[in-house]
């Protein structure tokens, strides 16, 4: 069984600067069978990247996602006001469970 | 448009069941993967159980297995959670998604996911 683990746990930034997550698997991640995931307080979760780094469609280009094996990121570069929320990645593929890790926040300095 | 909508949740007491439902439209359901996925209260995202596009296929969460089933009507595309043996830990919201790719032998990523619909587990 995979864990995904997350990290920071919480990242303070300002509009205009570049996030950086990092989501680190406790064994290789066949494939590249990683997604992202963003979720704003009292929505569902939106899909943003799929397999390690290809935008979802809708998802604007300032998302890129990166990494292979057990060390993902996901850059946001020159964040913008609605970029601050939740983030999750998750493994998926050919066996379950289809974890998840715990979150980024990513909150306004 | 592609549209998943969930129902049925509500307040149930422990050892209760409850049914879930996900009404699905905009795209040919019977081709894709399904999924269930929770959320308790100001915590993270928890995978809860996939069902493949014939419904032949189920897989479950450790945390569920034995007291939730999964099934589909392709016929009317709808998606169901079969919750029994609730207890307070199960409390949350419960949103469907759809496999974000048809193919067969991978569970693919989650795209798009419904609005969810709690459940709420308590005496």
């Known amino acids: 069984e995979i864990v995904l683990t997350q990290s920071p746990g919480t990242l303070s930034l300002s509009p205009g600067e570049r996030a950086t997550l990092s989501c680190r698997a406790s064994q290789s991640v066949s494939s590249n069978y990683l997604a992202w995931y963003q979720q704003k307080a009292g929505q569902a979760p939106r899909l943003l990247i799929y397999?390690?780094?290809s935008r979802a469609t809708g998802i604007p280009d300032r998302f890129s996602g990166s990494g292979s094996g057990t060390d993902f990121t996901l850059t946001i570069r020159r964040l913008e006001p609605e970029d601050f929320a939740v983030y999750y990645c998750q493994q998926y593929g050919r066996s379950p469970p289809f974890a998840f890790g715990q979150g980024t926040k990513l909150e306004i300095k | 448009e592609l549209q998943l909508l969930e129902s049925g949740g509500g307040l149930v007491q422990p050892g209760g069941s409850l049914r879930l439902s996900c009404t699905a439209s905009g795209f040919t359901f019977s081709d894709y993967a399904m999924n269930w996925v929770r959320q308790a209260p100001g915590k993270g995202l928890e995978w809860v159980s996939s069902?493949?596009?014939?419904?032949?296929?189920?897989q479950y969460a450790d945390s569920v297995k034995g007291r939730f089933t999964i099934s589909r009507d392709n016929s009317k595309n709808i998606l169901h959670l079969q919750m029994n043996s609730l207890r307070a830990d199960d409390t949350a919201v419960y949103y469907c998604?759809?496999?974000?790719?048809?193919?067969?032998?991978?569970?693919?990523?989650?795209?798009?996911w419904g609005q969810g619909t709690l459940v709420t587990v308590s005496s």
């Open positions: 998604a759809k496999d974000g790719h048809a193919r067969n032998g991978i569970w693919d990523w989650f795209d798009p």
């Open positions: 069902i493949g596009g014939p419904g032949d296929d189920t």
């Open positions: 397999a390690a780094s």
